[in-house]
């Protein structure tokens, strides 16, 4: 199982990382923005999430056609050791020959804004590291998020051979992050805010403390 943190705020990612069961992180346009970071700015800011035990990071084309897409993701995999960058590519159908091709050339992919199984299975067909849907756009539209992701899951899972793993995105509570895990996707993305909220458990925290106060009157 790959724990994402979503994110290119390096404050708050810098507050989360290293920790061991964090596989890496990912961004796109839309992060950058939010966090002020440039296109220039990216390859640094994920280099130093290298730097702090991230395995893998992800970065998103910024284009809309397929040549330039390709060109985008040559920009930003000059600056990375082969696997380290997995390149984020809208599932429009000239992000799927863009992706095609990288994925010939060794490059892992991800096909993001996935909102329908077949997109994930054309994803797993052509070999994606992973096919990443939005659980809370999905249910932001009235769709039945959870039942789609659990088709695209089963889908995927007929594709053993190709690797490929569900990366669900757009996740806003720790109960939807759970549902996720029961269906048995390969991969979740989840902001850093909400990875505190799974770490930091109200109850585990106050049964330390009580554990704290113990150990301190404990005779030698
Ligand atoms: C995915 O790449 C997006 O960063 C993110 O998961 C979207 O989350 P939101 O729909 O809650 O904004």
């Known amino acids: 199982f790959h724990l994402y943190l979503d994110s290119a705020d390096m404050a708050e990612l810098q ?8 596989h890496g992180v990912t961004t796109n346009p839309t992060l950058l923005r939010r966090a002020g970071i440039g296109r220039a700015g990216v390859p640094g800011l994920l280099r130093r999430c290298i730097e702090l035990g991230a395995r893998q990071v992800q970065a998103q084309v910024y284009s809309q056609d397929a040549d330039g897409m390709l060109e985008d993701a ?3 995999l000059a600056h990375f050791a082969p696997g380290q960058l997995v390149v984020k590519i809208p599932a429009t159908r000239q992000g799927f020959a863009a992706g095609a091709r990288l994925i010939e050339q060794g490059v892992p992919v991800t096909w993001t804004a996935v909102y329908a199984p077949e997109q994930a299975h054309f994803a797993a067909q052509l070999g994606a590291a992973y096919a990443a849907p939005y659980l809370g756009r999905l249910e932001d539209s009235g769709a039945d998020g959870l039942g789609l992701i659990a ?3 089963a889908l ?4 053993p051979a190709s690797g490929t793993r569900l990366l669900v995105a757009s996740i806003r509570s720790r109960e939807a992050y759970l549902s996720l895990l029961r269906i048995g996707v390969g991969a979740i993305t989840i902001p850093p805010r909400l990875f505190s909220e799974l770490l930091d458990h109200p ?10 106060a113990d150990a301190r009157d404990l005779p030698a």
């Open 156 to 159: 995927v899972a007929q594709r």
């Open 203 to 212: 109850a585990t925290l106050a049964a330390e403390s009580g554990f704290l």
């Open 15 to 22: 507050a989360c990382l290293p920790h061991p069961v964090v």
């Open 74 to 76: 040559r920009a930003l």
């Open 151 to 153: 088709q695209m899951q």
